[in-house]
Each structure stands twice: as C-alpha cells, then as structure tokens.
Antibody
C-alpha cells in the first residue's frame, strides 16, 4: 500500500526557508509516476506547487517558481520541498502527493498534510 | 494555465436534500485522445483530499452512488442526491487534461 508522510518544522520565520520532507513507503519513487507538493492556505483552495518526475525533471507553478525547489533522495525514497523568503501568505497546510498520468493527470495518493505557519 | 472556477464558495444544505456543485474551466477539457479528464475531490474536515469522480462521471471505488458527475467541454457538475452528515467538507474540481493540473477554488458543503 502506497503511503506518504510529510515532516518538517511547523513554524518558520518570515524571510527564512521552509523545508519539508515527504517519506514514501510501499512504492519506489524511481519506478514511475510523478511526485508533487500541494498546499491549502487557510480559507482558500488547493494550490499545486511543484512536481518532480521519475526521470528527475521538475515543474513549478509560475507564481512560486523563483522561490521553490523540489528534489529527491532515491536512496531514502523521499522527496523534498524548499520554499525561500517566506511570508505570512505562505502559511498553509502542505501536502505531498503522487501524481499519476492514468486517467489524465491525477493525484491518487496523498499524505496527511503538514501545517506550516510563517510568523516571527 | 487552465483556470477552474467554482462558485459559490459555501453551499448550505439540509440533511437528505440534494446538492449541486458547479465547475467551469477556462478552456475545453477534451483531450486529444477524446477523453475529458475532469475529476472531483472531497476533503472532509481534518482529512486529506480524496478523489470521488474521474473522467467527468466515473465514481471511484467505495464512493456512494448518491454522488454523480456530469458535464462536457467547459461546464461540469457534481451532484449529491441526498446529503448525509458525512458529506460535509470542501469539494474541488480538478482538470487533468492540460499541464499543469489545476484545481477549482473549492465549494464548502455545510449543514443548514
């Protein structure tokens, strides 16, 4: 069974870097599929942030592209999110998810979410 | 990017009554392969999103048949025939036809 679990600091100061880890179990991230970060700010909807493909290619949402990096550690079966120069607007519930090209692009497995608050 | 629009944000519904959630895309979601990759996700309070419907009208395994999806091109609807207490949450449409995948802003179903 595929499982994803986010981890990272719950509180980040403004202008610093938000760093999150997604640990994947039950499936090798090098085998196939794509891996993504999605967030949900308070009172708002879901926002796709970034995706890393099994071949290492990366894609970012344009509004965050200059501040975001997604990467993988295949030896640990984990992938990561770094968001630099955060502000209060980056406060959100951050999810990692598997993105499958089956039935169009689709998010079929999700982590439980990690709440990150940006505050001094 | 394709913009997905879901008015209104809040939808109060009485138990046992029907609910209808609309979604509109800024461009056609018909893929070159002929399929329309429009999905609906449910996010209950405190839970991760869960897909309910894929390719407009196909229910995922375990989804009650009171949920149904319809639509074509740029206009889509999710219907709940008789709302139950466990249906409270936020519903998102999501298009998977064009890269990158994009979500609607969500419609919050709450008890009246």
């Amino acid at each position: 069974q595929v499982q994803l679990q986010e981890s990272g600091p719950g509180l980040v100061k403004p202008s610093e870097t938000l760093s999150l880890t997604c640990a994947v179990s039950g499936y090798s991230i090098t085998s196939d599929f794509f891996w993504a970060w999605i967030r949900r700010p308070p009172g708002k909807g879901l926002e796709w942030i970034a995706t890393v493909f099994h071949n290492g290619s990366t894609y970012y949402t344009p509004s965050l592209k200059s501040r975001v990096t997604i990467s993988v550690d295949t030896s640990k079966n984990q992938f990561f999110l770094k968001l630099r120069f955060v502000t209060a607007a980056d406060t959100a519930l951050y999810y990692c998810a598997r993105l499958t090209p089956k039935d169009g692009y689709n998010f079929d497995y999700w982590g439980q979410g990690a709440l990150v608050t940006v505050s001094s | 990017d394709v913009v997905m629009t879901q008015p209104p944000f809040s939808l109060p519904v009485a138990l046992g009554q029907p609910a209808s959630i609309s979604c509109r895309s800024s461009q056609s979601l018909v893929h070159s392969d002929g399929n329309t990759y429009l999905n609906w996700f449910q996010q209950r309070p405190g839970q991760s999103p869960r897909r309910l419907i894929y390719k407009v009208s196909n229910r995922d395994s375990g989804v009650p048949d009171r949920f149904s999806g319809s639509g074509s091109g740029t206009d889509f609807t999710l219907k709940i025939s008789r709302v139950e207490a466990e249906d409270v949450g936020v519903y998102y449409c999501m298009q998977g036809t064009h890269w990158p995948p994009t979500f609607g802003g969500g419609t919050k179903v709450e008890m009246k």
